[in-house]
């Protein structure tokens, strides 16, 4: 086996087939397009394959996502979930909610399937119960990272995935010399999960990277 590194143009043409390789249809197109207007944050393609993938790996009939956004998101874990699974999805901005709404909606999805709460995720996080949940996805407001982390572990049942995206902030995490508060709040997000006993975590560089964190 080659253990030569490849190179950055390498790496990059890389990146940007592993990001398109499954493809994104007209409802998810018309979710980001939605999420650029309102300003919110999506996940990219790559990551919501991978979690489309989490989801139906570990059979998913309860999952949490921190911050709805547009709905990007929510429709890959959907289409990953158990049938008879719903996704609680908390984000402050009901504007927000209200375009996931018109996603779910166009992707048929039954009313049933998402349980949408307004709110901080600060807030809303405490009130849900110990190792109920499949899946949680931690995917907005990088500064409250390390209490919704928190939170997620306990939500979590043994064998449950914690995902935690936009974990390398454009690439700033990698790089030892950038240390303003944004990026060290993120990064300790990392350290802090590699050496919790309680769980196995990795590193994807998919999308601006997916820290997944399985809870023993």
Not at 146 to 155: D, G, K, M, Q, S
Request: hydrophobic residues 45%; aromatic residues 4%; charged residues 25%.
């Amino acid at each position: 086996m080659s253990t030569a590194e490849p190179s950055g143009h390498g790496k990059v043409a890389a990146w940007v087939y592993s990001e398109a390789f499954v493809p994104e249809d007209e409802v998810l197109l018309r979710a980001r397009e939605r999420a650029s207007e309102l300003g919110c944050p999506a996940v990219l393609p790559g990551v919501g394959a991978v979690l489309r993938v989490l989801a139906a790996a570990t059979n998913a009939h309860a999952v949490v996502e921190v911050g709805t956004g547009a709905g990007v998101a929510a429709l890959w874990l959907l289409r990953g979930m158990s049938y008879d699974g719903q996704l609680t999805t908390i984000d402050r901005e009901v504007e927000h909610q209200r375009a996931a709404r018109t996603a779910f909606a166009e992707d048929g999805v039954a009313p049933q399937r998402t349980r949408i709460i307004p709110g901080r995720p600060g807030d809303v996080l405490p009130r849900l119960a110990d190792g109920a949940y499949d899946l949680v996805l931690v995917a907005s407001d990088p500064l409250g990272y390390p209490e919704y982390v928190n939170e997620a572990l306990r939500l979590l049942r043994p064998g449950g995935v914690l995902a935690v995206d936009g974990a390398l902030l454009r690439d700033r995490v990698a790089d030892p010399a950038r240390r303003d508060e944004l990026t060290t709040v993120v990064r300790e997000v990392g350290r802090t999960l590699r050496n919790d006993e309680r769980v196995l975590p990795a590193m994807l560089p998919s999308g601006d990277g997916l820290l997944l964190a399985v809870r023993r």
